[in-house]
């Protein structure tokens, strides 16, 4: 098979091979390489004011001098501006914040500094880099969850530079802030480190955890500046704004020196029928998964062959190549599949070589990472197979080649991954290898997306009256509210739910303000997603495997489910809603189970809308209620379906944001659509919509639901409905109809560029579709979306602006 000599060599050795490799097939399946070209550093001199102490600090750890965009943001703040610094990993963040922080620290003696970050991890590498420095007064310390009672004492008293988390700030500083008053008193910096991780309803939350920030540290006489950090995306200052509240600047321009890198995009081929590959891979679960639609018996799905398998023989090719290379794949139990074929297709090719070969992942005993991560930098390893575990604060560099198994789900995990590879200003290679995924599709056959300008905005919205209502309460509980902070909480919202938490009775007016009328303080979960978890315990044992979010326990845990849990299958034997449990036991049957439901949609108000002739496009308050009825057993491989049994769950309702869009059936009728075919083509559209939503906002596919109709009672047009599953919203469609021209122009390519002929998984299917995606129209859905783009306007300026007007027809 391989050629086995095992002589080191680099990223063009490899590209070179793994061409060849392509080169044979009939369709090559590198579908585009970007040369990413070296960038020689920009620097910058020592900004004037920076405190000379501070200065020499950075110069003794080999700091000789600021790059631009460091001195850039870290001015900006100094002068006291709100700033974002949106650059790439291993930019140097960390100094453009540290500058000014260390440099008030040292002017004045009482000055404080809060830094906030999503993980302890990254909170602990922050407070080593700021140990190392050695500055005398600074005394930096981290507060979280684990922090002994009498450290936290200490840290409260003297620390002067507080490395925590959102959640402490919410469970703990907030609450208890007369004991904290002095720190508040003094604080000048707020800094918020890979602040993209607050999106959706957790970012939401946040928001309003740092308007109760501003709202405490103006109480005591304060008024710090924010610096965030931020991957690249699309508007930084916006989102940097909408979480904090306050204007803020972007310093973007990334100016430190890179090392060039070949980036090549890899699409899997489609599988001929009866290859051999297809019933080999369909056991073991490594094909992907078998198309949906209802297939007549005898004929076969599509297939495209797995990512997973690709990966591996990848890595396979790279370590004969005797390429250091690092494998990123999403889950656990993929990342010990890819390693294990690498090595069996190793040994096969020379015994032995395949314990050059290893898997990594979260849930290691860290002995055993540490062990790992040394025998690759030693060269003992020569491929990883790893979950994303390395994402953030290990520091491990230095590699050949990245190989990318699917979308990562933001051009920040990308980059981040990517960025492994490469010694010292060498070349490096990553290959983006693509999911059987619309956007994973759409992606590597459009690289502009990638490494153009980035579009993916960090979305969340603070007035969702979810978490808007919640997070008054903790404000209330905190201090009085008073029609002076209304402002802050986003004014005529926030005073319409204050108004609505005193009819509950949850708050009092008084002259003085609104008062929280409870002994204890509010129950407030910031990464709360509606209702308790749903637990999966093996019935026999007694022993809890894992946990279901709600909203998905439905459709995933329904009494007769296939459940697939770390590689290992099995079947639920019942589940009990009202304690949030879910019996199961271990089977591996030779089916799989599809849950089918009904959802049902109603307008309840439209806050915004553009009216383009045949075409409408909306955004607005949507009550959703959806069943699980039924579901489908499906014969593994083939597809072919077993039986339907029905259901006996009950209904579940949500009130959140949707965006949607009707088409005239007399513009369907002119660009070709046959009346019988428009419910296939709307739904075919809504499920490519779906998939490609997460391309302009920072969500991912199951965020998000769809409902179309060729003739909904709301609108009295055909409609495609693409709603948060959140309720109050999150966001994400939000955002849809603010970029709706670009959104739907990048779904329309997504299926028009698919090689299939009536839908596949690339394109138009849905591996949630409760309807077993049942009538899709791949060629109609194009119809629709080009009919649908001829009449929208490029950008969205509503043309109708009308919020909080209860639609006519709800
Ligand atoms: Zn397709
Ligand atoms: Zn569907």
Redesign the pocket.
């Known amino acids: 098979m391989h050629g086995v000599t095992a002589t080191a060599s680099g990223p063009a050795e490899l590209l070179h091979r793994l061409r060849a490799r392509s080169g044979a097939a009939a369709q090559s399946p590198i579908t585009h390489i970007e040369h990413v070209t070296a960038r020689a550093g920009r620097v910058s001199a020592w900004p004037s004011w920076a405190d000379a102490g501070v200065r020499d600090a950075f110069v003794r750890q080999g700091i000789t001098a600021p790059w631009d965009h460091q001195a850039d943001a870290a001015t900006l703040a100094w002068q006291g501006t709100h700033v974002v610094l949106a650059t790439g990993t291993a930019s140097g963040k960390s100094l453009a914040y540290q500058l000014p922080a260390l440099t008030t620290l040292a002017g004045d003696p009482k000055a404080t500094v809060l830094y906030l970050s999503p993980t302890k991890a990254l909170a602990a590498d922050q407070l080593r880099g700021l140990t190392r420095l050695g500055l005398d007064g600074v005394r930096p310390a981290t507060l979280d969850g684990d922090t002994p009672r009498e450290e936290r004492e200490w840290v409260r008293q003297h620390a002067r530079f507080v490395l925590t988390n959102p959640d402490m700030l919410h469970h703990s500083l907030l609450p208890g802030h007369a004991r904290w008053a002095v720190f508040f008193r003094r604080l000048s910096y707020v800094v918020i480190d890979e602040c993209h991780a607050y999106r959706g309803v957790f970012g939401s939350h946040v928001a309003h955890v740092l308007r109760r920030l501003r709202r405490t540290a103006a109480r005591y006489g304060s008024s710090p500046t924010f610096i965030l950090a931020s991957a690249t995306s699309g508007d930084p200052a916006g989102s940097a704004s909408r979480l904090t509240g306050v204007p803020v600047s972007a310093v973007t321009d990334d100016a430190s020196p890179r090392g060039p890198v070949t980036f090549a995009l890899w699409e899997p081929p489609l599988l001929p029928p009866s290859s051999p590959d297809r019933s080999s891979s369909a056991g073991t679960g490594l094909a992907s998964r078998t198309a949906g639609a209802d297939l007549a018996a005898g004929e076969e799905p599509l297939i495209r062959r797995s990512a997973l398998r690709e990966t591996a023989d990848l890595l396979t090719d790279a370590v004969v190549a005797g390429t250091r290379t690092l494998a990123f794949i999403r889950s656990r139990r993929g990342a010990e599949v890819v390693a294990t074929i690498a090595r069996r297709s190793l040994d096969e090719a020379v015994p032995g070589l395949g314990d050059r070969v290893a898997a990594y992942r979260g849930g290691y005993l860290r002995e055993d990472r540490r062990r790992i991560e040394r025998a690759l930098l030693s060269g003992e390893l020569l491929g990883l197979a790893s979950t994303n575990a390395l994402e953030l604060g290990v520091d491990l560099a230095g590699l050949d080649a990245v190989l990318i198994c699917g979308w990562p789900g933001t051009r920040a995990s990308l980059w981040q991954q990517a960025g492994r590879a490469g010694r010292a200003g060498g070349e490096a290679l990553a290959v983006l290898i693509a999911r059987d995924d619309p956007l994973d599709t759409y992606l590597v056959h459009h690289p502009e997306a990638l490494f153009g300008r980035p579009v993916e905005a960090t979305v969340l919205d603070p007035a969702n009256p979810y978490v808007l209502g919640p997070q008054l309460c903790c404000a209330a509980s905190e201090a009085p509210l008073t029609e002076n902070d209304l402002a802050l909480f986003g004014g005529a919202p926030a005073l319409e739910a204050i108004r609505s938490l005193v009819e509950q009775g949850v708050l009092r007016r008084r002259p003085s303000g609104w008062y929280w009328t409870h002994r204890g303080r509010p129950d407030v979960d910031l990464r709360g997603t509606g209702g308790a978890p749903v637990s999966v315990v093996e019935a026999a044992t007694g022993r809890l495997l894992g946990t279901v979010d709600q909203g998905s326990s439905h459709a995933m845990l329904h009494e007769g489910a296939v459940h697939l849990h770390q590689g290992v299958t099995y079947l639920v034997d019942e589940l009990d809603l009202d304690d949030a449990i879910a019996l199961v036991h271990q089977e591996e049957p030779d089916w799989t189970t599809q849950a089918r439901d009904v959802t049902e949609l109603s307008v309840v108000s439209v806050r915004s809308s553009v009216d383009a002739g045949p075409v409408g496009l909306f955004l607005g308050e949507v009550d959703v209620t959806n069943q699980v009825v039924s579901y489908q057993r499906r014969r593994l491989g083939s597809g072919e379906v077993i039986d339907t049994k029905p259901l006996d769950l009950p209904v579940r309702e949500l009130r959140t944001v949707a965006v949607w869009f009707t088409v005239s059936p007399q513009a369907l009728a002119a660009a070709g659509v046959e009346w019988a075919d428009v419910p296939g083509a709307l739904?075919a559209a809504e499920?490519a919509g779906i998939g490609l939503l997460p391309l302009i906002a920072t969500c991912d596919r199951w965020d998000i639901g769809g409902l179309s109709t060729a003739n909904h009672p709301d609108t009295e047009a055909p409609t495609v409905f693409v709603y948060d599953g959140h309720p109050g919203g999150a966001g994400f469609a939000e955002r849809a109809y603010a970029t709706a021209a670009e959104w739907l122009q990048a779904t329309r390519s997504a299926i028009a560029s698919c090689g299939c002929e009536t839908g596949c998984p690339s394109c138009v299917q849905?591996p949630k579709?409760?309807?077993g995606?049942n009538p899709l129209d791949k060629p109609g859905a194009v119809q629709v979306l080009t009919t649908v783009l001829a009449a929208l306007p490029p950008t969205t300026e509503p043309t109708h602006s009308h919020p909080a007007v209860p639609h006519p027809r709800a």
């Open positions: 739904h499920h849905s579709c409760g309807n995606n």
